[in-house]
């Protein structure tokens, strides 16, 4: 069983940049796809942006497109999400998440994907 952890989350201001890492461990998971989605308190998980882990297509949000950009270290099994040009609105807990299979889009739904992480918190002060 593929397990994911987060890491890399922190407090800044807006304007400044993080980079969440995301490692799988426990399974092969070159077959993936994988989904970064964030969530604040009462609110439904949205998709930030996807990835498929080998083939190098990407989807992104609107709200994070030109600012927000994932990249592999594929030997380390680690995703990562660079975020710059951070905004208070992108203040949230991010998780990372994958479902198997690599054709079709990239799914946006969090109940398609099938193996989440616990969460990495982002504060932005503006």
């Known amino acids: 069983q593929v397990q994911l952890v987060e890491s890399g989350g922190g407090l800044v201001q807006a304007g400044d940049s993080l980079r969440l890492s995301c490692t799988a461990s426990?399974?092969?998971?070159?077959?993936?796809?994988v989904g970064w989605f964030r969530q604040t308190p009462g609110q439904e998980r949205e998709f930030v942006a996807g990835?498929?882990?080998?083939?190098?297509?990407?989807a992104y949000a609107d709200a994070v497109k030109s600012r927000f950009t994932i990249s592999r270290d594929n030997a380390k099994n680690i995703v990562y999400l660079q975020m710059d040009e951070l905004k208070p609105e992108d203040t949230a807990t991010y998780y990372c998440?994958?479902?198997?299979?690599?054709?079709?889009?990239?799914?946006?739904?969090?109940?398609?994907?099938?193996?989440w992480g616990q969460g990495a918190q982002v504060t932005v002060s503006s």
């Open positions: 990835n498929t882990w080998t083939g190098g297509r990407t």
């Open positions: 998440a994958l479902r198997r299979g690599l054709i079709g889009p990239i799914p946006i739904m969090p109940n398609e994907y099938e193996h």
């Open positions: 426990g399974g092969p998971v070159s077959t993936y796809t």
